[in-house]
């Protein structure tokens, strides 16, 4: 496995074992295959604080496969000394053109265990080469945003006077600590703390991974249903039960996820937890001031705190 230095600028590709993945579909034929996929962060606690869309954003603006980076993989050997990478492979690296879909909770955000930090759609090569921008820009960040957040929820500040100043942000991994941990309501001592601390390691249920129905049909889209302002519970769709669940009902059934027992809620409105983040391989949500995504987090905990998580009913719908 490569090493990502935490002070250097990080480019997808340092880490070989998306290029390999995305390799072997290759030589299979599968790698235009349409699929669904899901970025999982499992937390100790009773939530997660979704972290690092924009820093995606700003990535996928930004990194170019370059001839550069083609000749850099073109003389990847093995122990052998052959190849890694087949010429016809990169000469597909070479004329892609990112074709896909990445739909993602808004940062700050409070999530419940098992549900995706993003859902992406889109051909099998292409959401494989992401595989290690998705575990640095979003597992990790929201690991880094969950860990400070759940400090405040420990002790029960979820309130603030003054909220410290933004840090300044670079485009390498420390740079991003530091980000999500202010995101998630980290003091500055804090803040300065975490770019100590050892990186975490993706438990197996974790990462890259599909969170299917029992038909087999993968998750698409979380609707968390309000009476007003209050959350009432989080009802989770496939792509049929979407196109189903129409915008204008007002009451909804679901299994719930930690009891296992069906739920009926009435609600009057709905809010869609994941919002378009990539259409076609390009940006398209714009990200406000982090001191905004920190307020976010802090209100999204206060109302989770007022509910009581164990009484929070989420899972598919029924």
């Known amino acids: 496995m490569n090493t990502i230095p935490l002070d250097k600028p990080f480019d997808w590709l340092s880490d070989l074992r998306p290029a390999h993945a995305a390799a072997a579909s290759w030589y299979t034929g599968e790698y235009l295959r349409p699929t669904v996929m899901h970025v999982v962060y499992e937390p100790d606690g009773p939530f997660t604080i979704a972290c690092g869309a924009d820093l995606f954003a700003e990535h996928i603006r930004r990194f170019r496969i370059t001839p550069a980076l083609i000749e850099r993989l073109g003389q990847t050997t093995d122990s052998m000394g052959r190849s890694v990478f087949h010429e016809s492979f990169l000469n597909f690296l070479q004329r892609l053109r990112l074709g896909v879909d990445l739909f993602a909770a808004p940062e700050g955000s409070v999530l419940l265990p098992s549900e995706p930090l993003l859902v992406a759609m889109g051909p099998l090569a292409h959401i494989q080469l992401l595989e290690s921008a998705f575990r640095l820009l979003f597992w990790e960040s929201s690991?880094?945003?969950?860990?400070?957040?759940?400090?405040?929820?420990?002790?029960?500040?979820?309130?603030?006077?003054?909220?410290?100043?933004?840090?300044?942000?670079?485009?390498?991994?420390?740079?991003?600590?530091?980000?999500?941990?202010?995101?998630?309501?980290?003091?500055?001592?804090?803040?300065?703390?975490?770019?100590?601390?050892?990186?975490?390691?993706?438990d197996p249920g974790e990462g890259t991974l599909m969170l299917r129905h029992s038909d087999a049909q993968p998750l698409v889209q979380i609707r968390r249903l309000y009476q007003g302002s209050t959350a009432l519970g989080d009802v989770w769709?496939?792509?049929?039960?979407?196109?189903?669940?129409s915008v204008s009902r007002?009451?909804?059934?679901?299994?719930?996820?930690?009891?296992?027992?069906?739920?009926?809620?009435?609600?009057?409105?709905?809010?869609?937890?994941?919002?378009?983040?990539?259409?076609?391989?390009?940006?398209?949500?714009?990200?406000?001031?982090?001191?905004?995504?920190?307020?976010?987090?802090?209100?999204?905990?206060?109302?989770?705190?007022?509910?009581?998580?164990?009484a929070y009913p989420y899972g598919w719908m029924s």
């Not at 769709?237 to 669940?245: F, G, I, N």
Request: aromatic share 6%; net charge negative.
């Open 250 to 310: 007002s009451s909804c059934s679901f299994e719930c996820e930690n009891t296992g027992q069906t739920v009926d809620v009435h609600f009057n409105r709905f809010r869609n937890l994941y919002e378009p983040l990539l259409v076609k391989g390009l940006p398209v949500m714009s990200s406000p001031r982090l001191g905004y995504l920190r307020q976010r987090t802090l209100q999204h905990l206060s109302a989770l705190q007022e509910i009581g998580p164990e």
């Open 143 to 202: 690991h880094w945003a969950t860990q400070a957040a759940m400090l405040r929820w420990q002790t029960g500040a979820l309130t603030e006077e003054e909220t410290p100043s933004e840090p300044p942000l670079d485009m390498h991994p420390l740079s991003w600590r530091i980000r999500a941990a202010f995101i998630g309501g980290a003091s500055k001592a804090e803040m300065d703390a975490v770019a100590q601390v050892v990186a975490p390691v993706q």
């Open 237 to 245: 769709l496939t792509a049929k039960q979407e196109d189903r669940a």
